[in-house]
DNA sequence: AGGAAGATCTACT
DNA sequence: GTAGATCTTCCTA
C-alpha cells in the first residue's frame, strides 16, 4: 500500500454535512490480520440529532446509538434488515450527529471483497451501505472504535488528490427527510449507488 | 413475551 | 418497479 495521512479529528468535528463533503475522495481502510481492504468513499450521507427525524439519535439517546452523542471520529455502526451500517461520528462541540458511508470504489483486496459478498461484479462490491460493510468484514464489533488511530482496524486516510465534481441530493431511503439536501456522492463515478 | 420498525438488498416480473 | 427476506433493537403489555 502506499504511505496515506490520517484525518485527524478535527476533521470530525465540524457540522455533519460538512463532513460528509469532505469525506468524498478519501480511502477508507479495514485492516484485517493478513492484509488491509481499502476504497475510496464515493456517496457519503450526513445525519443529525433530535431535529433530524431520519436519524437513529431522533428519539434521543439509547445504548445502540450513544456513540453518536460521543467523541467526533469513531465508528458508529447499526443494523437495518440485516445489514450492518457503517457511520463516522461527526458534529461540533455539544451536538450529535454522523456521516453514514453509502459507497466506495475497491482499491485494495479486491479478492477479498469478492469472497466476503459472495460475488464477482467489482461493481456489486462495495455499491450501497448494506453491500460495503459485508465486504469489508464490518460489523457491531467495530461500533465505537476511534478511526483515527493509524494501527486501528479502521481508518479514514487522505486519497490521491484527484478532482472532482461533487453532486448532491435528498437522502435515499428515509422515511421522513429534512428540507436539504444531504447526500452527497462524486459525480460520475461508477461505484455510486444509484 | 410479542410486535413493529427500519439510513437494505435480492430476485423476480 | 415491486415484493419478500431477514434480524437487531426498542416499545408496550
Known amino acids: 500500500m502506499e504511505s496515506y495521512e490520517m484525518l485527524p479529528r478535527d476533521f470530525y468535528e465540524r457540522d455533519p454535512a460538512l463532513v460528509a463533503g469532505d469525506l468524498l475522495g478519501k480511502v477508507l481502510v479495514r485492516r484485517m490480520d493478513s492484509e488491509?481492504?481499502?476504497?475510496?468513499?464515493?456517496?457519503?450521507?450526513?445525519?443529525?440529532?433530535?431535529?433530524?427525524?431520519a436519524s437513529r439519535a431522533y428519539r434521543g439517546k439509547k445504548r445502540f446509538n450513544e456513540v453518536m452523542f460521543g467523541e467526533p471520529g469513531r465508528a458508529f455502526i447499526y443494523m437495518v434488515h440485516t445489514w450492518w451500517l457503517l457511520n463516522v461520528v461527526a458534529h461540533r462541540e455539544g451536538e450529535v450527529g454522523a456521516v453514514l458511508i453509502r459507497?466506495?470504489?475497491?482499491?485494495?483486496?479486491?479478492?477479498?471483497?469478492r469472497e466476503n459478498r459472495g460475488r464477482s461484479d467489482a461493481h456489486d462490491l462495495t455499491t450501497g451501505p448494506g453491500k460495503l460493510t459485508r465486504a469489508?468484514?464490518?460489523?457491531?464489533?467495530?461500533?465505537?472504535?476511534?478511526?483515527?488511530?493509524?494501527?486501528?482496524?479502521?481508518?479514514?486516510?487522505?486519497?490521491?488528490?484527484?478532482?472532482?465534481?461533487?453532486?448532491?441530493?435528498?437522502?435515499?431511503?428515509?422515511?421522513?427527510?429534512?428540507p436539504q439536501e444531504l447526500r452527497f456522492f462524486i459525480r460520475g463515478n461508477g461505484f455510486v449507488s444509484r
Request: charged share 30%.
Open 36 to 53: 488491509a481492504l481499502s476504497g475510496k468513499i464515493v456517496e457519503t450521507e450526513a445525519y443529525y440529532g433530535e431535529k433530524d427525524p
Open 103 to 113: 459507497a466506495l470504489e475497491p482499491l485494495d483486496g479486491i479478492e477479498q471483497m
Open 136 to 178: 469489508l468484514a464490518v460489523t457491531k464489533e467495530l461500533n465505537g472504535i476511534d478511526i483515527t488511530r493509524d494501527d486501528g482496524p479502521l481508518t479514514v486516510v487522505e486519497g490521491t488528490g484527484e478532482g472532482f465534481e461533487i453532486g448532491s441530493s435528498h437522502r435515499i431511503g428515509v422515511r421522513r427527510d429534512l
